[in-house]
């Protein structure tokens, strides 16, 4: 037996256990950052949905006046809250992550009131495209449950202040009164808040 046989497998072994090793390192490394991960999610989750007790914001008892957006072809509308009993509106960015969590919530929350008789739910994207500009929305019309609109944030500054946070969660009634107001990812009292907001006879 020459000298390199016992050197090769000697070199052998020695690379077997540096990937083993290196192996267990990125395993490690996977780990830490799923759990640096998950808390650096809550953390932003928190941040987006945290409101400063001081900022004004759309409260029960406020009034809305009707607002101005725009559809999917661009035309302009003026939701007036006289068309309905009740109105469900939703607030959201695209590009805001708990936005994005919310969205499915609210979704179900349209098919679960969809037999309310008067009630419309409506979505209200602050970063929409306006089609007239040549510009297209990220997903096509029909993909929501619920219509979604653009809103022209210089003919609705009155509004959109007093929407410090996003997701925003709201019902209006015939008078433009609001009934129920709710920031940040909707949880089951939330939901259950709004869904008896839109009951026959909810003051």
């Known amino acids: 037996m020459s000298d390199a046989e016992p050197r090769k497998k000697d070199d052998g072994h020695r690379l077997t256990q540096a990937l083993t090793v290196a192996c267990v390192l990125l395993s490690a490394l996977v780990v830490l950052l799923a759990v640096q991960n998950r808390a650096l999610h809550t953390e932003l989750t928190e941040a987006l949905t945290h409101v400063v007790p001081d900022a004004p914001r759309l409260s029960p008892g406020d009034l809305v006046d009707p607002i101005t957006v725009f559809d999917d072809t661009g035309a302009t509308l003026g939701l007036d809250w006289s068309a309905n009993s009740r109105a469900v509106v939703l607030v959201f960015s695209s590009t805001c992550p708990a936005c994005q ?94 869904i008896a907001a839109l009951q026959p006879g909810a003051r």
Do not use: M
């Open 101 to 194: 969590e919310t969205l499915p919530i609210w979704d179900d929350l349209a098919t679960r009131i969809e037999d309310r008789g008067n009630v419309r739910v409506i979505g209200l994207q602050l970063d929409r495209p306006d089609p007239s500009t040549g510009e297209a929305a990220a997903e096509p019309a029909g993909v929501w449950s619920f219509p979604v609109y653009g809103i022209l944030r210089a003919d609705n500054e009155g509004f959109l202040d007093l929407v410090p946070v996003i997701p925003g969660t709201f019902v209006i009634d015939a008078r433009g009164a609001v009934r129920e107001a709710h920031y940040g990812v909707p949880d089951e009292a939330a939901l259950d808040a709004v």
